[in-house]
């Protein structure tokens, strides 16, 4: 059970449950306080007349049924005087997978730890109130990691351009694609290392998990150990996906980024302190939450920054303006939701079979008429043994292996490819240089039924190769073999003991021994447009 706090005393609360045939998922729920504790709570806060004047018009919308103290997370959003009528039209929701620290006061804000680099976190978003408007259009969303304090954001590209020399061809802010969901078209831009940007759908589901690079103390004046990190903020833009993109919402949240492991024994630090506490003194503190809910930045302030920040006059001409270091993500593939931190979503049974089914619903939509991007399959396919360094260490960022960016940095394409398995392992370990060089061989995965077919009166076989083993996958390659449309592919039997027809479902196909030979004989139907195939296995000829 998560509990994530808001503004108002009231709670949300995340709890798994099984949906029939569907897996296991995540609901969110919304509790509220009983009556004695609202009162005290709100005795402490100083509201100015306007709203205190609509406060009780607001909780009632909260229901009558308080004694079930749990709601559906739309209702209860509702309700709430942040979410009123007149502002769901613009409402946002964003939540980052990471706990919040326990030893923040109350009137403070809060403060989420982060371990660098190789853990991702996922930053949940929704777009609240009707939906119906946003049918069939997409919304162009850009994370961004910033600074929390005003010195230093006045100085960010300057602290941004040292760190890039420490550490050429990594990127502060980064995107894991294989977990990532619901996504279109991911930008990574060259040049702005602390920020990422994306295209969504609305109305479905859709979480990106991003990994930060840097760390607190990086950016401390005195490094001599044992210095306090300076806090980040990561924040998050939504804009129209149009030409001239008008800024919808935005949010935010303070974090502190520790080496591996390192946010880990923070928390373990910060509970210890507080339990030494009494309980007068913990109740000055906030509890801790195992979600961050990022609050809401005014568009004013946001939209000032970005006309004060040197080389941005507006968003439209800073996409034309950095064409050359955008490189373009289509398609991020549809993968399996961690349910212990996502509301309403469902484990796809067969995630392999996913990405055809997304690409006909989801249409590609460029940032600009006047952009160009690299082709996907330029990262996403083998090594070119043409890639400069910089185009291996976006080869090497795509494929996962962030963490040796730095190793490779002065590596051509044909530098990584001289390199043998043993020097990989050697250089990597085990586990990540087997990876490694599999990828750059462009291995393909090993099938998990292989079958040979032969159509009579022919003697040649030809091999199948099957990943999901389903009938459907079966359709699809026997329709390419022999040059006809899946649709014409009706019944299809195997030959079974005393020369029965056995009717070929998922569970036959899951049951047949690897490297089965099989004759096909094929026959049309009574109707004629389609045909009947029976699979006799050699040894029955």
């Known amino acids: 059970m998560i509990h994530t706090p808001d503004s108002v005393h009231h709670s949300y609360s ?44 607001s909780l009632s919308g909260l229901g009558t049924e308080l004694g079930t103290a749990s709601y559906n997370m739309s209702e209860a959003l509702l309700a709430l005087p942040v979410f009123k009528q007149e502002n769901l039209e613009n409402g946002f929701q964003y939540i980052l997978g990471a706990a919040t620290s326990p030893a923040v006061k109350l009137n403070e804000e809060t403060l ?31 994370v961004k990691v910033l600074f929390h304090d005003r010195r230093l954001q006045f100085m960010e590209k300057e602290q941004i351009d040292s760190w890039k020399q420490m550490r050429p061809g990594e990127r502060i802010l980064d995107i894991d694609i294989p977990l990532s969901y619901g996504l279109v078209n991911v930008n990574l831009d060259a040049v702005r290392l602390n920020q990422l940007e994306f295209i969504w759908d609305p109305t479905k589901e859709t979480g990106l998990y991003v990994r930060v690079h ?44 520790f080496k591996p492991k390192g946010a880990d024994r923070k928390h373990k630090t910060d509970r210890e302190k ?23 930045v005014p568009k004013d302030q946001i939209l000032q920054a970005n006309s004060g920040y040197s080389k941005t006059q507006s968003l439209t001409s800073s996409f034309a303006e950095l064409n050359r270091g955008l490189q373009t993500i289509t398609h991020v593939p549809a993968s399996i939701c961690p349910t212990h931190i996502i509301p309403g979503c469902t484990a796809s049974p067969n995630p392999s079979l996913s990405p055809p089914q997304s690409s006909s619903s989801h249409t590609p939509l460029p940032f600009s008429h006047n952009q160009t991007h690299e082709p996907v399959d330029v990262l996403s396919g083998p090594l070119s043994s043409d890639a400069q360094a910089t185009d291996v260490a976006q080869w090497l960022h795509y494929h996962r292996f962030s ?19 043993d020097d990989l392992i050697q250089i990597c370990g085990l586990a990540d240089g087997i990876r490694l060089d ?81 004759v096909v004989e094929g026959m049309k139907d009574e109707s004629g447009d389609k045909y009947r195939i029976l699979l006799k296995t050699v040894g029955d000829r």
């Not at 660098?116 to 109130?129: C, H």
């Not at 963490?403 to 398995?421: I, M």
């Not at 030809?462 to 019944?491: P, R």
Request: glycine share 6%.
């Open 438 to 518: 599999n990828a750059l061989q462009a291995r393909n995965i090993r099938p998990r039924l292989t079958v040979y077919i032969c159509q009579e009166p022919e003697s040649i076989y030809h091999a199948l190769y099957m990943d999901s083993l389903v009938l459907e996958e079966f359709k699809v390659k026997l329709s390419t073999l022999f040059g006809i449309q899946t649709q014409q592919i009706g019944d299809i039997y195997m030959q079974g003991p005393s020369q029965i027809h056995i009717l070929l479902t998922d569970e036959v196909i899951q049951n047949i021994q690897d490297q089965t030979r099989f």
């Open 14 to 57: 995340w709890s798994d449950e099984t949906g029939a045939g569907a897996g296991k998922r995540s609901k969110m729920f919304h509790s509220t306080p009983t009556a004695s504790t609202t009162t005290n709570s709100l005795s402490t806060w100083d509201i100015d007349g306007g709203l205190a004047a609509d406060f009780d018009g």
């Open 403 to 421: 963490n040796y960016v730095r190793v490779f940095q002065n590596f051509s394409g044909a530098d990584l490819l001289r390199l043998s398995r």
């Open 274 to 296: 507080m339990e030494k506490r009494s309980d007068v003194e913990k109740e000055k503190y906030q509890p801790s939450y195992e979600c961050t809910v990022l609050t809401e």
């Open 214 to 257: 840097c760390i607190s103390t990086e950016f401390t004046a005195k490094k001599h150990g044992g210095e306090k990190g300076v806090p980040f903020r990561i924040q998050v833009e939504t804009y129209t996906n149009t030409d001239e993109a008008k800024l919808l919402h935005a949010a935010s949240c303070q974090i502190k980024v």
């Open 112 to 142: 989420t730890y982060l371990n660098q680099g190789s853990q991702s976190y996922e930053i949940k978003l929704k777009k609240l109130g009707d939906l119906s408007e946003l049918q069939g259009k997409y919304l162009r969303s850009i």
